[in-house]
């Protein structure tokens, strides 16, 4: 019984660590690269977990010492550094204070021991450590505490050998499994982050080649006539074809940078309340001449009586609605109808823009807003880019729906703002 007792204990015990353990390293991913919530984190879990385990669970003095103490304190000292492990330090010494006060010296004296070398091994050693020498490291903290506890522990009279034996066995068995674990997670956490970096690194590899390929062609093609501008027995006609030709490389190869500059930098730099209908009532002018050429009718409904605001910016607001109204002329080679339709309601305002044009297909959707992405002939893709991200400069959501040969409709909804 006395055995089944101590092991039960220990058992117990082991499981709140690996439940703070799992807590922590789930949840912890999505904060990767913020270190300070990372350890605010893992000291919310302590001390709910230590409440918890305080409230709820009848504590046995020696297995407390002498199992949960040295077992938590190595894996936070180890794994988490510095601040984690002070914290953790602090909670089980506390806890020894106030509910355990005839074994609070051995404790305290074992766990500084503990705390301090697991202090050294975490910056000297952890981080590049295989899990052989993380086993062996494991194994030394617990030695080092059980040495500083048993050497003060002064109550044998009230314990028996076999019960320092078998929670002296298990926390050895249990700091080796915990070690395990937690190594295994950690290791599995930092080959994501690596990928991450490795696949943010390719994406800025390939954008940066393809603005090369991009800016490279109408250079080129300006070089060339300018080279065909040397020539002898050209015409004046001639030579201003070929300036112009010339110069029409150089601005698509400026268009191209001031597309990429705004994808870099979309931030809304002064944002004020817009009138909704009369931003779309501005922009509608701006795109006629291109609709008339088209052969396209532009239809504008408000559906809200009252006047609508957002916050943003009206420059880049009416930026975004010029490049989407553009996009969805063009995709109407032989004419058709272009709807425009805002209202507002409790979810915020909403701008469907609607064409009758050649449609998209699934796997074109779900590349809409890739670099260089564009199903457009002479298109670069990176209008769609910037048009993305100022949406979401102004907390807006875009999103596309569309069938081949039944047109598209952009939907664009922002926060309201009522004045």
Same mark, same amino acid.
């Given at each position: ?10 058992? =117990? ?10 807590? /922590?390293? &789930? +949840? ?12 605010? #984190?893992? +000291? ?48 089980? %010494? ?5 509910? #355990? ?49 048993? /050497? ?43 990928? /991450? ?32 501008? %040397?020539?002898? %027995? ?81 420059? =880049? ?5 010029? %490049? ?29 823009? =609607? ?9 074109? &959707?779900?590349? &809409? ?28 959501? &875009? ?19 009522? #004045?």
């Amino acid at each position: 019984m006395l055995i089944h007792s101590i092991l039960a204990h220990e058992f =117990k015990g082991l499981l709140y660590i690996m439940s703070a353990s799992l807590m /922590f390293l &789930i +949840i912890t991913p999505k904060f990767m690269f913020a270190h300070y919530r990372r350890k605010l #984190l893992f +000291i919310f879990i302590l001390i709910l977990l230590t409440c918890f385990y305080i409230g709820y669970e009848d504590i046995d003095p020696l297995l407390y010492g002498l199992h949960l103490t040295p077992v938590s304190l190595a894996l936070a000292a180890l794994f988490e550094g510095l601040l984690p492990g002070i914290c953790t330090w602090l909670a089980f %010494n506390l806890c020894t204070l106030l509910y #355990l006060q005839i074994y609070s010296i051995p404790t305290i004296i074992g766990s500084t021991m503990m705390l301090a070398a697991g202090l050294i091994l975490h910056y000297k050693q952890v981080l590049q450590s295989t899990y052989l020498k993380i086993f062996l490291m494991s194994l030394l903290l617990i030695t080092v505490y059980l040495a500083g506890y048993l /050497f003060f522990f002064d109550q044998w009279d009230q314990v028996q050998g076999v019960e320092v034996v078998i929670a002296v066995i298990g926390t050895y068995l249990s700091s080796m499994y915990v070690s395990y674990i937690y190594h295994h997670v950690k290791n599995q956490e930092r080959m994501r982050e690596e990928l /991450f970096r490795a696949e943010k690194y390719q994406v800025i590899g390939q954008l940066a080649a393809s603005i090369s390929h991009e800016i490279r062609n109408p250079l080129t093609t300006a070089q060339g006539f300018l080279q065909l501008m %040397n020539r002898k %027995n050209l015409t004046p006609e001639q030579i201003q074809t070929y300036r112009n030709y010339a110069a029409s490389g150089i601005e698509q190869a400026n268009s191209i940078i001031t597309d990429y500059l705004n994808y870099a930098k979309p931030t809304v730099e002064v944002a004020r309340p817009l009138y909704v209908q009369e931003e779309l009532d501005t922009v509608v002018p701006m795109v006629s001449p291109l609709c008339l050429l088209s052969k396209v009718e532009v239809v504008v409904q408000h559906l809200s009586q009252k006047p609508m605001y957002i916050m943003g910016e009206s420059k =880049k607001f009416q930026q975004s609605l010029l %490049n989407i109204m553009k996009n969805a002329v063009e995709s109407m080679p032989d004419g058709g109808t272009l709807k425009v339709t805002t209202w507002s309601d409790n979810e915020g305002v909403h701008i469907h823009i =609607k064409d009758t044009g050649v449609g998209m297909s699934d796997y074109q &959707i779900k590349r &809409i807003g890739m670099p260089f992405y564009t199903t457009k002939e002479k298109g670069t893709g990176l209008g769609l880019m910037v048009v993305i991200s100022l949406v979401k400069s102004m907390n807006g959501t &875009i999103s596309y729906y569309s069938r081949p040969d039944e047109g598209t409709t952009c939907v664009l909804q922002y926060k309201q703002v009522h #004045l």
